[in-house]
């Protein structure tokens, strides 16, 4: 390892864990990029609690995540939240302009709001995000709220890492049935409907509970209303995990990580044509990958 870099490192952990913003959002940027095993090598692995929502766009997440914030700030916790651009570090999209409704906690310093691309960075977000997860355990965020847009296989990746997964829904039909076609609804855990002073609501939640059998909450988050429930309900939730479930998500790590290798694979394109020309068949093809990446 560069000695100058390791240095850095441990200036910048450092200085983040004396409460520097800037040195903490340096080293997240550092383990989205090809850096990060230098980071991941300065960090003890502590443990971390995270939760995740997502839901279609418009649903209220960021709004919903500004009130548990609120509500986790007051029992004490250190925060961080990590919303899931699955475009690119600097596009400003939605994800990024909804961060004004996170403004109550600009100022508080044991609040980390992070925008994480899922593009344009080694590995994607099966690699970055749980490498900035141990990253903020070690500099103290005892819980991680991770937000996507709900709308690809972004889901899948974050319910491999969170505990538990909160789909969050409008009332009407349209939602619930765009969260069904993009597989929302089998990753979420907590189904929540937002907006429930809306007409329809009640028939959303009857609907989804009959889809899902899972109990449905109602929340406004505008005002605040339901989310000590919602709250309570993921406490309720993280107190019965258990071992084979902890399991199930550690495996589904692991091969969302293998996946991503592969698919970096420069001999990855080569392979594909050949199988694509009729000149060799798949299965030899995925073997040679696979001993690719192995040796």
Known sequence: ????????????????????????????????????????????????????????????????????????RARGQRVAVLAVDPSS??????????????????????????????RGHLGGLAAAVPAAI?????LGYGLVLLETVGV?????????????T???LNPGAGDAIQAAKAG?????????????DRDGAE?????????TGLPILTLVASRGTGVEELIEAIETYHRTDTDARSTARARAQILSLAQSRLRGHPGLDELAAAVAAGDRDPYSAAEQLLIGVTH
């Not at 141990?134 to 070690?138: E, K």
């Not at 690809?152 to 538990?164: F, H, R």
């Not at 929302?184 to 429930?196: C, P, Q, S, T």
């Not at 028939?203 to 889809?211: F, V």
């Open 1 to 72: 390892m560069n000695t100058g870099l390791s240095d850095d490192i441990a200036e910048l952990i450092a200085m983040a864990r004396a409460g520097s913003v800037r040195a903490a959002g340096r080293l997240l940027s550092l383990v989205e990029s090809d850096r990060r095993e230098q980071v991941l090598a300065h960090l003890d692995s502590v443990p971390v609690r995270v939760i995740g929502l997502t839901g279609p766009p418009g649903a209220g997440k960021s709004t919903t995540i500004a009130v548990l914030v609120t509500g986790y």
């Open 89 to 118: 570090p600097y596009s400003g999209g939605a994800l990024l302009g909804d961060r004004i409704r996170m403004a109550a906690h600009i100022d508080d310093p044991d609040v980390l709001i992070r925008s994480v691309a899922t």
């Open 134 to 138: 141990r990253l903020l355990g070690a």
């Open 152 to 164: 690809g296989q972004s889901e899948i990746e974050i319910a491999a890492v969170a505990d538990p």
């Open 166 to 168: 909160v789909v969050i």
């Open 184 to 196: 929302l609804l089998e990753v979420a855990d907590i189904l929540v409907v937002n907006k429930a």
């Open 203 to 211: 028939q959303t939640a009857r609907e989804l509970h009959i889809e």
